[in-house]
Nanobody, 122 residues
Framework: QVQLVESGGGLVQAGGSLRLSCAAS????????IGWFRQAPGKEREFVAH????????YYADSVKGRFTISRDNAKNTVFLQMDSLKPEDTAVYYC???????????????WGQGTQVTVSS
């Protein structure tokens, strides 16, 4: 079992930065890949980025590549999403999720956090 709690969301102006955290509990956290997803009102949940259990491999959606950076600290059971050069279209609820295999498909993930709101004003 893995429990996930996101934090770090908020309101920021376009061009600004936020750093999201995904804190996990459970002894097997380091066995899981972690994905970040987001969902805007009226839209489907979409993939943002994922990272393997070792942190050695990362993958990003084209829409955030070059602006977002995913990383993890297994000693602290935490995954981070550094978001720079934010745009109004990045506004959404951001979720982290855990699964043994990193995929871009949200329904593949077994465990989810409650989400954190990110709002980017123009």
């Amino acid at each position: 079992q893995v429990q996930l709690v996101e934090s770090g969301g908020g309101l920021v102006q376009a061009g600004g930065s936020l750093r999201l955290s995904c804190a996990a509990s459970g002894r097997t956290f380091r066995n899981y890949a972690i994905g970040w997803f987001r969902q805007a009102p009226g839209k489907e949940r979409e993939f943002v980025a994922h990272i393997t259990w070792s942190g050695g491999t990362t993958y990003y959606a084209d829409s955030v590549k070059g602006r977002f950076t995913i990383s993890r600290d297994n000693a602290k059971n935490t995954v981070f999403l550094q978001m720079d050069s934010l745009k109004p279209e990045d506004t959404a609820v951001y979720y982290c999720a855990a699964d043994p295999r990193p995929t871009v498909t949200w329904y593949d993930y077994d465990y989810w956090g409650q989400g954190t709101q990110v709002t980017v004003s123009s």
